[in-house]
C-alpha cells in the first residue's frame, strides 16, 4: 500500500477525521444517502455479496450523490479532513465477472454513482451525447431509437453503465468502447472539476477531436484512480440503412482453417462491426447446437451492398468447405430458443433489449438479482493475435486449464480488427466454497498460462490487481504512473484501483 495511504498509528484520530468527513458528506448530499454502520464510520457495512464470489471487502460507508456539486463537495471533504479511507467510485456496480462493485483493496467508502443519471444533451445530427455514470446502455439506446444514429453496445445487461463500462476499456459489437470516448468530465482529488478530451462549444457544432490540442490527458482517466468520472462526451454511430447477420457453424477440427478463412474475410472489408465467435461450451452454455463453434457476421450497409456482400461471404463459405451450416437474419431469423442469435442480431443494431435473456441463460437470474442469487461467474480477458494458430493455441490452454483444475471455461472470440481478438473466457459454477475455489484456481491457471503465451489482459478483475507490475513492459512506466498519482492525489483521497 503507498505510504500515503497507510492507516495512523493512534486509531482515535484516524476516527476523528472520518467522522468530519463522513458529516460532510451528510451535509452535502443528506443524512439519507450515508449509509455506515456507527457514526464515525469505524465499524465496517455488512458485507455484500457478488457473483464471482471473490472476497468481499471492508467498506466503511456508501454515499450516493445525486449531482457533481455534491460529488465535489464529498471528495473535497475527503480530501481535506485526510480520513485515511479512500473513496471508492461506482457507476451501476454491474462490473459482473471482474468483481461487480468491489474494490481492489480493503478500507474504503464506497462513492455510488448510480445517482448521478442525466442525459445532459443528445444531439444525433452531429452525433455525440453527454451522458452521466447512471446512464444505462438500455436507456441510452431507447432515445436513439428512430434516430439514424445508434449506440455501440455491449453483450451484457441493458441496464449496465455505458460509461462504466468505457471508462474500464470495455469492447461492444462495432468496437472497443474507447474509440466512441470524445471527452471526460473528472472530479480531482481536491475537488476541483476539469474537462478532458473534446466537449460541445457553446457557440454551436464543433467536429470532434477527442486528442484536443497538445498532450493529450483523455487516456489517463480511463483504467484509472486519478480522479472521479461524473460524466463523458461519447460519439454515436451512423445507423446502417440495411443489415444482416450470417451465423456459421463449424467443428473443433476446423478450428484453425475455419478462423485464418475468417480472418481473410474480415482484412477484405466484408465484414461490419466485430465478428464473434462461441466456442463449443459458450454455445452450449446459451442455448446453441451442442459441439461446434458459432461465428457470428454482420454485414451493412445500404440495401444493395448488403444484398450483395452477403451473397458473396456466402458463396466464399460455401467454396472452403470448412462450414457445416450459412444462414442468414433476413432469409432465417433466430428461433425464440436462439438467445444468443437474438441478442447479436439486435446488438448489432444497437439495441441491447435482447441481453437479458442471454444474461438469465447464463446465471439463471435476471440484473437486479445477478450479484445476490446467481450461479457463480468469473472473466479473464486477454487480447490475442487474429490467427487460427494463435485461436487454436488458446483453446489448448483452456483445455490445459480443465485438465488441471476440473473446470471447463467457456470463451467468445471477438475480432476487434484483422489483427487482434478480444477472447473473453467465462467460468461458471455453483456457488458453493469448493466450487469457488477450484474456480478461482482455474482462474489463476489461466492468468498464468496466457501470460506465458503472450496472451496479455487488457481489463483484470479485483482480485489480480497485483499483475499490472507483472504484465508491464516497462518497469519506468508503472514508476511514472505511481508517481503522478502521488503528485495528483498525495492524500489518498481516491482508493487505489485494479491498475495501481
Known amino acids: 500500500m503507498p505510504e500515503s495511504l497507510a492507516m495512523p498509528d493512534s486509531p482515535a484520530p484516524y476516527r476523528a477525521d472520518l467522522l468530519k468527513s463522513l458529516s460532510a458528506a451528510a451535509e452535502a448530499v443528506g443524512e439519507d444517502r450515508v449509509v455506515r454502520a456507527s457514526d464515525d464510520g469505524s465499524v465496517p457495512l455488512p458485507a455484500t455479496a457478488n457473483v464471482s464470489m471473490f472476497p468481499p471487502r471492508e467498506v466503511h460507508a456508501v454515499i450516493r450523490p445525486r449531482s457533481v456539486d455534491e460529488v465535489r463537495q464529498v471528495v473535497a471533504a475527503f480530501d481535506r479532513f485526510g480520513a485515511?479511507?479512500?473513496?471508492?467510485a461506482v457507476s451501476t456496480g454491474r462490473n459482473w465477472g471482474l468483481g461487480s462493485r468491489e474494490s481492489a483493496h480493503d478500507g474504503v467508502v464506497t462513492l455510488d454513482l448510480a445517482g448521478l443519471d442525466q442525459v445532459r444533451d443528445l444531439h444525433t445530427e452531429d452525433g455525440w451525447a453527454v451522458i452521466e455514470p447512471g446512464v444505462t446502455q438500455l436507456r441510452l439506446a431507447q432515445l436513439l431509437d428512430g434516430s439514424d444514429r445508434m449506440l455501440n453496445v455491449t453483450a451484457s445487461s441493458g441496464h449496465t453503465s455505458v460509461l462504466g463500462n468505457m471508462v474500464d476499456r470495455g469492447v461492444g459489437l462495432r468496437h472497443q468502447r474507447t474509440l466512441d470516448l470524445a471527452g471526460l468530465e473528472v472530479v480531482l482529488p481536491d475537488g476541483e472539476l476539469i474537462r478532458v478530451g473534446w466537449w460541445?462549444?457553446?457557440?454551436?457544432?464543433?467536429?470532434?477531436?477527442?486528442?484536443?490540442?497538445?498532450?493529450?490527458?483523455?487516456?489517463?482517466?480511463?483504467?484509472?484512480?486519478?480522479?472521479?468520472?461524473t460524466a463523458a462526451s461519447v460519439r454515436l454511430l451512423p445507423r446502417p440503412e440495411a443489415q444482416c447477420v450470417l451465423r456459421l457453424g463449424f467443428p473443433h477440427d476446423r478450428l484453425t482453417a475455419a478462423i485464418d478463412e475468417l480472418r481473410r474475410w474480415t482484412s477484405q472489408g466484408l465484414v461490419s462491426g466485430?465478428?464473434?465467435?462461441?466456442?463449443?461450451?459458450?454455445?452450449?452454455?446459451y442455448g446453441g447446437?451442442?459441439?461446434?463453434?458459432?461465428?457470428?457476421?454482420?454485414?451493412?450497409?445500404?440495401?444493395?451492398?448488403?444484398?450483395?456482400?452477403?451473397?458473396?461471404?456466402?458463396?466464399?463459405?460455401?467454396?472452403?468447405?470448412l462450414f457445416t451450416r450459412i444462414t442468414r437474419s433476413d432469409e432465417q431469423p433466430p428461433t425464440e430458443d436462439d438467445k444468443v442469435g437474438r441478442a447479436v442480431e439486435h446488438a448489432y443494431r444497437?439495441?441491447?433489449?435482447?441481453?437479458?435473456?442471454?444474461?438469465?441463460?447464463?446465471?439463471?437470474?435476471?440484473?437486479?438479482?445477478v450479484d445476490s442469487e446467481g450461479g457463480g461467474w468469473l472473466f479473464f480477458l486477454p487480447l490475442i493475435p487474429f490467427t487460427g494458430a494463435s485461436v487454436?493455441?488458446?483453446?489448448?490452454?483452456?483445455?490445459?486449464?480443465?485438465a488441471?483444475?476440473?473446470v471447463r471455461p467457456g470463451s467468445t472470440i471477438n475480432a476487434l480488427d484483422p489483427d487482434v481478438i478480444d477472447l473473453v473466457v467465462s467460468f461458471r459454477f455453483p456457488r458453493t466454497e469448493q466450487d469457488a475455489e477450484r474456480a478461482h484456481r482455474a482462474l489463476d491457471r489461466t492468468y498464468e498460462l496466457f501470460s506465458e503465451a503472450g496472451f496479455l489482459p487488457y481489463r483484470l478483475d479485483a482480485d489480480h490487481s497485483q499483475w499490472v507490475d507483472r504484465l508491464s513492459p516497462d518497469a519506468g512506466a508503472r514508476t511514472f504512473a505511481r508517481r503522478l498519482k502521488q503528485f495528483v492525489d498525495p492524500n489518498g483521497t481516491i482508493a487505489p484501483g485494479r491498475y495501481s
Open 84 to 88: 485515511g479511507r479512500g473513496l471508492h
Open 350 to 369: 444497437g439495441d441491447p433489449s435482447h441481453n437479458e435473456a442471454m444474461l438469465f441463460s447464463a446465471v439463471g437470474q435476471d440484473a437486479e438479482r
Open 289 to 321: 447446437e451442442v459441439g461446434e463453434y458459432l461465428a457470428h457476421l454482420c454485414v451493412d450497409g445500404t440495401a444493395r451492398s448488403v444484398e450483395a456482400l452477403s451473397r458473396v461471404i456466402a458463396e466464399e463459405a460455401a467454396a472452403s468447405g
Open 274 to 285: 466485430v465478428l464473434k465467435v462461441y466456442d463449443q461450451v459458450a454455445t452450449q452454455s
Open 200 to 229: 460541445p462549444h457553446k457557440n454551436g457544432a464543433t467536429a470532434v477531436n477527442p486528442q484536443g490540442l497538445g498532450p493529450s490527458p483523455l487516456a489517463l482517466f480511463t483504467q484509472s484512480d486519478l480522479g472521479v468520472v
Open 404 to 406: 488441471e483444475t476440473g
Open 392 to 402: 487454436t493455441h488458446a483453446q489448448d490452454l483452456l483445455d490445459q486449464v480443465h
